[in-house]
């Protein structure tokens, strides 16, 4: 009988599987090699990054006569293995920092150097159309951070000018790209010493105020922070407009659907790339499963068909007996 | 006759409403939508609901099979080769045919024959094949971590919820032809009478 049961278990799994596995084979984006890009300003940033790519440093006291060894503040480090994959790694850094900063020991009054945000480049340039940075602007505005502009908030709290790289168009894995984004949230909202220079609340435990969410720690693998805590803009590719908390979506049943959220957020890009028949929101499929968003509309049709075979032959025995019974 | 001890009862009742209720709150997590539709309860809900009453159905089903270790019980479910097909087609040849015709039940109800060789099929499939795979597949979604990654290149998370779901199905439909066979006694209420009092009402037509 174990025998007869092992037997069942295994053409059970094989014949689930084989139908499945062909629409499931689905590769991925493909991934861009950004390892062997070389700046044309290497040789310039180098001046820079020999003492901001790393936590210590080390310059000449010519008064002492001595060479000194510093740790760089942590605020100010660049590593160089960051900024040349990031989205600016074409950039000299006296393309935005002033040349003065040639000179050592910096002069001061370049700590009010004005720092650009991302329209004065990116706004109203062609180029760079297909990003809507315009509307993007115009979602910030309306969130919840946008209140904190004059308490110090701009575009680089999120998007780190040196090390920033856009992920959810290039990712092959959505997994790291996943990470990736929560880790620009977390890295205010985890980090009290850094959340404190925008706001006066109390610390707040994230797992604490999450702690309403089943499965809390696959919730946190799987989606981004901005799935629930944006409101989704249709002309945007990653939603801008983050809600204040209690806005956030809390119905389990946004996600877990036939409608699910995650099509217009998290699977946006993908699902306007590649298809995947067979499952509702097949493409989810490639990275995650989600309970509820990805029923197979195959079986779902099988499962109705058996039901009603089965509720057929009921009643047509039905009709027997009781034809029987009036004999 | 009596034929259902008190632990068989006790079992079957707890079994039967932890299946319901894991029934409705599985349709509900796999159809809930946007919109809510009548059976199917909000999402949050049918998960918590269908978790503890999964936890509860595993003891009880842990509570069923030793007690058939244990019991003079397990001797219903025992499969013998002999006649095995022969006997399964008198028994379908009675309920498509025989029944409307008149004839003796081939398999009648006695202390030691309480299945008819397509109920002992069908329980044993239940009882010994789906609810082992559906209670293992369960926890594997309720504990993801133990689930292997993947398998033939296919998500051992996603193949773990088919099983789950087909496992699930089967025993729906199982239950459906359960509770319609059981309109078979002597009259459509006696066999329902049976595992509630543990007395069976004997007669020719019985399943």
């Known amino acids: 009988m174990k025998f007869l049961h092992a037997r069942i278990l295994t053409v059970i799994y094989l014949c689930l599987s084989a139908p499945f596995a062909f629409a499931l084979s689905w590769s991925g984006l493909p991934a861009k090699d950004t390892g062997s890009y070389v700046s044309p300003f290497y040789e310039d940033n180098e001046r820079c990054f020999k003492c901001h790519g790393q936590g210590k440093y080390k310059y000449s006291n010519d008064q002492l006569g001595t060479e000194i060894n510093a740790l760089m503040c942590t605020e100010r480090i660049t590593k160089r293995e960051e900024f040349y994959i990031s989205n600016h790694r074409s950039f000299g850094c006296t393309d935005c920092h002033s040349t003065d900063y040639g000179t050592f020991p910096h002069p001061g009054e370049l700590r009010m150097e004005l720092k650009y945000n991302c329209l004065d480049c990116h706004g109203g340039d062609d180029k760079y159309s297909s990003f809507n940075f315009e509307t993007i602007d115009s979602d910030y505005r309306e969130s919840i951070h946008f209140r904190l502009e004059e308490d110090g908030f701009t575009c680089w709290k999120c998007h780190n000018p040196h090390t920033y790289k856009i992920s959810i168009r290039d990712s092959k894995n959505l997994k790291e790209t996943i990470l990736y984004d929560n880790a620009i949230c977390l890295n205010c909202h985890s980090d009290f010493s850094r959340f404190q220079l925008l706001s006066d609340r109390d610390e707040i435990n994230l797992m604490e105020t999450h702690e309403w969410l089943p499965d809390q720690t696959n919730h946190f693998r799987n989606v981004r922070c901005i799935e629930c805590h944006t409101r989704i803009n249709d002309s945007l590719l990653v939603s801008h407009m983050v809600l204040s908390k209690d806005k956030a979506v809390k119905l389990c049943n946004e996600c877990h659907s036939q409608n699910s959220m995650l099509m217009s957020t998290l699977y946006k890009f993908q699902s306007k790339e590649q298809r995947q028949d067979g499952f509702f929101n097949g493409i989810i499929l490639n990275q995650s499963y989600v309970i509820g968003a990805n029923r197979n509309e195959y079986l779902n049709i099988l499962s109705i068909v058996i039901f009603a075979f089965v509720i057929l032959i009921i009643c047509v025995h039905i009709y027997f007996r009781l034809s029987g019974k009036a004999k | ?207």
């Open chain 2, 1 to 207: 006759m009596y034929l259902y001890p008190v632990w068989v009862r006790l079992w079957h009742l707890v079994n039967a409403l932890l299946i319901l209720v894991l029934i409705v709150t599985g349709v509900s997590m796999q159809y809930t939508d946007q919109k809510e539709y009548i059976l199917v309860v909000g999402f949050a809900r049918a998960v918590k609901w269908h978790n503890i009453s999964a936890v509860f159905l595993t003891f009880n089903y842990i509570f069923f099979v030793m007690g058939n270790i244990f019991t003079k019980n397990g001797r219903f479910y025992k499969i013998r080769k002999e006649n095995f097909l022969k006997d399964l087609g008198k028994q379908l040849r009675y309920y498509s045919l025989g029944m409307f015709k008149g004839e003796k039940h081939p398999f009648p109800v006695n202390p030691d024959q309480k299945f008819n060789p397509l109920q002992k099929l069908s329980y044993v499939l239940a009882m010994y094949v789906a609810l082992p795979l559906i209670i293992i597949s369960g926890f594997g979604l309720l504990f993801p971590e133990i689930v292997i990654s993947g398998l033939f290149g296919i998500s051992g998370i996603i193949l773990t919820d088919i099983l789950h779901i087909t496992m699930g199905f089967f025993l729906s439909v199982f239950l459906v032809i359960h509770i319609y066979t059981c309109t078979l006694g002597a009259r459509p209420s006696s066999l329902f009478r049976g595992i509630i009092t543990g007395y069976h009402e004997p007669d020719d037509h019985i399943v």
